[in-house]
């Protein structure tokens, strides 16, 4: 297997990108970025936390639906701003 290389990785990515107009490329980044964030942020809490902690359950149900609605605000179904 070839070793992940960071270039490849970009190219990839503007390849991905290259249909979208200036606004969605925007949009569309923001959101990778939001959402590998939110991952980040889960690993570490995972990593602090006690495994049943309440606190980490609410924080990665939370995270969750920040990154579905892509906008960074944590909404329960069924509210403004569901598409």
Known sequence: MKKADD??????????LEPFSEDSRKRIVRWAEEKL????DLDTAAETRPEGSVEKKTRRR????????????ARPAGTQGDI
Do not use: F, Q
């Open 62 to 73: 939370r995270k969750a639906a920040s990154v579905e609605h892509g906008d960074g605000a």
């Open 7 to 16: 270039l490849d990785a970009v190219r990839a990515v503007v390849a991905a």
């Open 37 to 40: 964030s939110a991952i980040l």
